[in-house]
């Protein structure tokens, strides 16, 4: 068998250099050192934030927090309300009397001024209608009588006078003859009374037939007027039955549509019993609801600005309620622009009404810190630390509120809601 060469191989044994080992008490010190300096660097930086956050009631992160900056400027003063959208004239038609009800319109129908609404079939006012014309009638017929009795009545006592008269004056020819005669004693003194008596008969009855024409002529003439009053008193009582027995056709007042209607077909109502109701399109108002805080803010004479579907039109408050109901005052605003089309009854819009405007005020966002706070406090923000400050707030409008004390320009504060901390006297913010 034959045996292989061997082959011998180089180390490098040769290429090390053997080199004296560090005291490992140096590297330990270093250790050391590093260690205490970075503590100590820890410690300058965590000291002020661990000072702030003992000095603070309650810890609140940043995050649900909404912060705004003080600023000074012009600010109006609006407030956004709701209201809805009400007649200014919607009138309740009454029954005018009893009866027995027939209607000619459902409700929602749109109807002219004019336009019959409805009839009430009342037999014992027609009736009592018919009974009074029938004596006017016959009162206008005694009228005509007595102007007949009083046109003959005159002609007789136009006769009776003349023919007095006309004794009278045959009375006097014959006594001036019988004068003549005795003047030259050619007639008896007997004869001569005669004659003279007969005349002062005859003046004696004409003067009694004028005093009785004026009398009889008088008493007619009463008779007439007594007729006449009661001529004209019939009269009055049958317009008043007419406009009784009309008033049973009852019409609408004005153009719009017909709202509730209280009652149903052929019902027996009662009088001034509540019939239906007419809703005034030509006349349409906002009433809106104004929150109590704003009341006294609020007056008649505002502009605002009504919101329907997008586009807005011009409006004026035109009165306020002077009492509270649940916390609101109702308020109406009259368009004083083209009215919108399509206005329904009662249909929900936004109302916004200027209060006023001022310039050079301190001012800040609104948020619901002025509800939470009572509008007394505010946290006003520096670094990680919010501080409770008391404030006074002046006019508020729907985006900002004006601060007459308590804050500065350039200040930030938490305009969020406080309700949370709000007896806190200082807060720490974490991120």
């Not at 003194?189 to 003046?203: I, K, P, T, V």
């Not at 008493?219 to 406009?243: G, I, N």
């Not at 906002?286 to 579907?309: C, H, K, Q, T």
């Not at 109302?351 to 009572?374: L, M, P, W, Y």
């Amino acid at each position: 068998m034959t045996s292989r060469p061997s082959i011998s191989l180089a180390g490098t044994t040769g290429q090390d250099i053997s080199r004296p080992r560090p005291d490992s008490r140096w590297r330990r010190w270093v250790f050391v050192a590093a260690a205490i300096l970075g503590l100590a660097g820890a410690a300058a930086v965590a000291l002020p934030a661990l000072r702030s956050l003992l000095d603070t009631d309650m810890v609140v992160s940043r995050r649900g927090l909404r912060l705004a900056v003080v600023e000074r400027g012009e600010m109006s003063s609006n407030i956004a309300v709701q209201g809805r959208v009400v007649a200014a004239n919607s009138p309740t038609l009454h029954a005018p009397a009893a009866g027995l009800v027939n209607l000619h319109v459902d409700p929602g129908d749109s109807v002219e001024a004019g336009t019959l609404l409805a009839v009430i079939d009342n037999p014992e006012l027609a009736s009592r209608l018919a009974q009074e014309e029938a004596t006017l009638e016959q009162l206008e017929l005694e009228v005509g009588r007595q102007r007949l009795v009083i046109e003959r009545a005159a002609l007789d006592q136009a006769q009776i006078l003349e023919l007095a008269q006309l004794d009278v004056d045959l009375a006097r020819k014959r006594f001036d003859g019988t004068q003549s005669l005795r003047s030259h004693n050619l007639l008896s003194r007997l004869d001569y009374d005669s004659d003279a008596g007969q005349l002062h008969r005859s003046e004696v009855a004409l003067a009694h037939a004028k005093r009785k024409l004026g009398l009889d002529d008088s008493v007619l003439k009463l008779e007439l007027e007594a007729k006449r009053s009661q001529l004209a008193r019939q009269r009055h009582l049958v317009a008043d039955f007419k406009r009784q027995v009309d008033a049973l056709r009852i019409h609408s007042p004005s153009h719009g549509r017909v709202g509730t209607v209280s009652v149903r077909p052929m019902d027996t109502v009662m009088r001034y019993s509540p019939l239906l109701t007419i809703i005034d399109l030509s006349a349409q108002e906002i009433e809106v609801e104004i929150p109590e805080s704003y009341a006294d803010d609020v007056a008649a004479g505002l502009n605002a600005r009504i919101e329907f579907d997008g586009p807005t039109y011009g409006g004026q408050l035109v009165a306020v309620s002077p009492e509270v109901n649940t916390g609101r005052v109702i308020g109406r605003v009259r368009f004083t622009d083209e009215r919108p089309p399509e206005l329904r009854q009662n249909q929900r819009v936004t109302v916004r009404i200027h209060i006023e405007t001022r310039s050079d005020v301190i001012k800040v966002q609104r948020g619901a810190f002025v509800e939470s706070g009572g509008a007394r406090l505010a946290y006003v923000v520096r670094d990680a630390t919010a501080q409770r400050r008391r404030i006074q707030l002046g006019a508020r409008g729907i985006d900002e509120v004006e601060i007459i004390s308590g804050l500065d320009p350039g200040e930030t504060v938490i305009v969020s809601t406080i309700e949370d901390y709000v007896d806190s006297n200082r807060l720490h913010l974490t991120p």
